[in-house]
């Protein structure tokens, strides 16, 4: 089976600017769940999506959205950008979920300038 | 706010040597236990996942669970320098989700394995 995929790799944006990054899960994976990690922080839960719901999110400010097609693929969006929102953002693919086991795409390096 | 707790390290260990890795739990409901590896700069790869308590082998890996004393470790046997990564400790989050989301990673372990 292939990977988790995410679009693009690396990014570069300005403050003020809005960023979409996307996630393909493995194939028949139901359940996408997305993080941020930076230097220090660790893995920072952003939301889980699954069958095209929002499940669960985390502790951060609205400008952080996202949503799940029916084909499972994601998307996260970022609105007026902070330099603080710098950081490798990771998508995750999991079966169901839960207490299943999650696996990562390469992660999206996002960089605010 | 539920926990896992790492040591951060570096933990410095020579080429061949057992290193031990360790992580303890604030959930006492979890049952689903996760390792994953992270290289710098990449993301991170499951490599172990344990639900039962006892010992779980494969390879050069064993992951160990003893879920009363809410502990669970990761042995790597004749520790290569290719193992030198950032080793992540992953628990389920028993109320399914939340804030928190689905499983709680802690911090990583910083293992380094000398030629």
């Known amino acids: 089976k292939a990977g988790v995929t995410q679009t693009p790799r690396y990014l570069i944006k300005t403050r003020g600017q809005q960023v979409t990054l996307s996630c393909s899960p493995i194939s028949g994976h139901r359940s996408v769940s997305w993080y941020q990690q930076t230097p220090g922080q660790g893995l920072q839960f952003l939301f889980e999506y699954f069958s095209e719901t929002q499940r669960n999110k985390g502790n951060f400010p609205g400008r952080f959205s996202g949503r799940q097609f029916s084909n499972s693929r994601s998307e996260m969006n970022v609105s007026t950008l902070e330099l603080g929102d710098s950081a490798l953002y990771l998508c995750?693919?999991?079966?169901?979920?839960?207490?299943?086991?999650?696996?990562f795409g390469p992660g999206t390096r996002l960089t605010v300038t | 706010q539920k926990e896992v707790e790492q040591n951060s390290g570096p933990l410095s260990v020579p080429e061949g040597a057992i290193a031990s890795l360790n992580c303890t739990y604030s959930?006492?409901?979890?049952?689903?236990f996760f390792w994953y590896r992270q290289y710098s700069g990449k993301s991170p790869e499951l490599i172990m996942f344990?639900?039962?308590?006892g010992d779980k082998e494969d390879g050069r890996f064993t992951a160990q669970l003893n879920k009363a004393s809410q502990y669970v470790s990761l042995l790597i046997r004749d520790s290569q320098p290719s193992d030198s990564a950032t080793y992540l400790c992953a628990v389920n989050n028993a109320n399914y989700g939340g804030s928190q989301g689905n499983l709680i990673f802690g911090k990583g372990t910083k293992l380094s394995v000398k030629p």
């Open positions: 995750a693919s999991s079966p169901q979920g839960g207490s299943y086991e999650q696996y």
């Open positions: 959930d006492r409901g979890s049952q689903s």
């Open positions: 344990i639900y039962s308590n």
